[in-house]
């Protein structure tokens, strides 16, 4: 099965996204304003999901390959910041391809850095097909959040200095690319968000872990006293962070790929060799936690996340992130509630006590706002 910019045209409607109006992209809060209140409660709650995050305690790979005659770029195992940093390693991986002197080329994989791979392959000059087992909106990377906030991506005592260069020049690198994509059109927004905590303090990274070198991209960073916010715990940190909602990004992403020429054909790969039989020369690995059985990395791991979903509140202008693994995102599909971390768990069935902890501990939160 092969999807064409003429199946795209003929049927899916994306293209009218096109004609979407841009609208602010910022919610920017008025000293004193209200955050409205999030209603948690069971029946208020749409879908239930859970996906797994391809994890590798040294991070991501991004690097080159010979395979027989062919060159395989490597793009995986970015943890809970495939969105995040899909725009970063995909840069990273076709500068890696550039000194191949192939130009036809596939990419393996459909989500969100596969796409952002085939993207960035177009704009230079190459023809890119992807092949893969499912297309947005039935890839892993449509169960994700959508904050643009790098974690979950490494253990720190795994880490080698060459990571963390890579690691720093793909944040800033995809931090500067999603700014060129707010708007309603590709579902990306600037919105406020609150770190709340506890047992003390919302710290920063310290200067050894890689993430020290992000935090200094986040707008207007300001820790908070309990007066000038209205969360029940006594410290709260806000800054300013990007919200891509992946039911809109991705269909986008897919549009912008087939209407500039790329094709799509649906195949699955067990094995290194199989590769070996495609008629293209330079391969891109995206295929996230696949990799471990088709590359043998033995390293990289499922860590299990569930979400739940509530009624949508247009109303909500705000993020949250703690106190403990909770947080909420307002997105247009639904507010997001989650989260759990199960490291090694492959199941993506969702398990009806996660649901509970965190309509639970969502509900505390929410119910003890003032104002």
Same mark, same amino acid.
């Given at each position: 099965?092969?999807?064409?910019?003429?199946?795209?045209?003929? !049927?899916?409607?994306? @293209?009218?996204? /096109?004609?979407?109006?841009?609208? #602010?992209?910022?919610?920017?809060? =008025?000293? &004193?304003?209200?955050?409205?209140?999030?209603?948690?409660?069971?029946?208020?709650?749409?879908?239930?999901?859970?996906?797994?995050?391809?994890?590798?305690?040294?991070?991501?790979?991004?690097?080159?390959?010979?395979?027989?005659?062919?060159?395989?770029?490597?793009?995986?195992?970015?943890?809970?910041?495939?969105?995040?940093?899909?725009?970063?390693?995909?840069?990273?991986?076709?500068?890696?391809?550039?000194?191949?002197?192939?130009?036809?080329?596939?990419?393996?994989?459909?989500?969100?850095?596969?796409?952002?791979?085939?993207?960035?392959?177009?704009?230079? !000059?190459?023809?890119? @097909?992807?092949? /893969?087992?499912?297309?947005?909106? #039935?890839?892993?990377?449509?169960? =994700?959040? &959508?904050?643009?906030?790098?974690?979950?991506?490494?253990?720190?005592?795994?880490?080698?200095?060459?990571?963390?260069?890579?690691?720093?020049?793909?944040?800033?690198?995809?931090?500067?690319?999603?700014?060129?994509?707010?708007?309603?059109?590709?579902?990306?927004?600037?919105?406020?968000?609150?770190?709340?905590?506890?047992?003390?303090?919302?710290?920063?990274?310290?200067?050894?872990?890689?993430?020290?070198?992000?935090?200094?991209?986040?707008?207007?960073?300001?820790?908070?006293?309990?007066?000038?916010?209205?969360?029940?715990?006594?410290?709260?940190?806000?800054?300013?962070?990007?919200?891509?909602?992946?039911?809109?990004?991705?269909?986008?992403?897919?549009?912008?790929?087939?209407?500039?020429?790329?094709?799509?054909?649906?195949?699955?790969?067990?094995?290194?060799?199989?590769?070996?039989?495609?008629?293209?020369?330079?391969?891109?690995?995206?295929?996230?936690?696949?990799?471990?059985?088709?590359?043998?990395?033995?390293?990289?791991?499922?860590?299990?996340?569930?979400?739940?979903?509530?009624?949508?509140?247009?109303?909500?202008?705000?993020?949250?992130?703690?106190?403990?693994?909770?947080?909420?995102?307002?997105?247009?599909?639904?507010?997001?509630?989650?989260?759990?971390?199960?490291?090694?768990?492959?199941?993506?069935?969702?398990?009806?006590?996660?649901?509970?902890?965190?309509?639970?501990?969502?509900?505390?939160?929410?119910?003890?706002?003032?104002?």
């Amino acid at each position: 099965m092969r999807i064409s910019r003429r199946g795209l045209l003929g !049927g899916s409607g994306l @293209v009218l996204a /096109a004609c979407a109006v841009r609208r #602010s992209p910022v919610a920017v809060l =008025a000293p &004193g304003a209200r955050l409205s209140r999030v209603k948690v409660s069971p029946d208020r709650v749409i879908r239930t999901i859970a996906g797994l995050r391809p994890f590798r305690p040294s991070g991501f790979v991004v690097r080159g390959e010979k395979l027989g005659e062919k060159t395989v770029i490597h793009n995986y195992g970015h943890g809970g910041a495939g969105i995040t940093l899909s725009w970063g390693t995909s840069q990273l991986a076709v500068e890696e391809g550039a000194k191949a002197e192939a130009r036809d080329c596939a990419v393996i994989g459909c989500g969100v850095v596969g796409l952002s791979t085939a993207r960035l392959l177009q704009q230079r !000059g190459y023809n890119p @097909v992807i092949y /893969a087992r499912e297309t947005p909106p #039935s890839t892993t990377s449509n169960v =994700a959040g &959508g904050l643009w906030d790098p974690v979950s991506v490494y253990d720190r005592p795994s880490v080698t200095p060459e990571f963390r260069r890579q690691f720093g020049e793909a944040a800033r690198f995809a931090f500067r690319r999603y700014q060129s994509l707010t708007g309603d059109l590709y579902g990306v927004r600037w919105l406020p968000l609150y770190t709340l905590s506890r047992d003390g303090a919302v710290a920063v990274a310290p200067p050894e872990s890689p993430n020290s070198e992000v935090q200094p991209l986040y707008p207007e960073p300001k820790q908070l006293s309990p007066g000038e916010h209205p969360f029940n715990v006594p410290f709260a940190h806000r800054r300013y962070s990007m919200l891509i909602e992946p039911a809109i990004y991705l269909n986008a992403l897919m549009r912008d790929y087939l209407l500039n020429g790329g094709r799509i054909a649906i195949r699955e790969f067990q094995s290194r060799e199989e590769l070996m039989g495609l008629r293209e020369n330079l391969l891109f690995n995206c295929t996230g936690l696949g990799a471990g059985k088709l590359f043998g990395d033995a390293e990289l791991t499922p860590i299990k996340g569930q979400l739940s979903f509530l009624l949508p509140q247009p109303e909500l202008d705000y993020m949250t992130v703690g106190p403990g693994d909770i947080y909420m995102f307002p997105r247009r599909d639904g507010v997001l509630l989650g989260c759990s971390h199960e490291r090694g768990v492959w199941s993506t069935e969702p398990d009806p006590a996660t649901t509970e902890r965190i309509l639970r501990e969502n509900a505390a939160l929410f119910g003890g706002m003032r104002g």
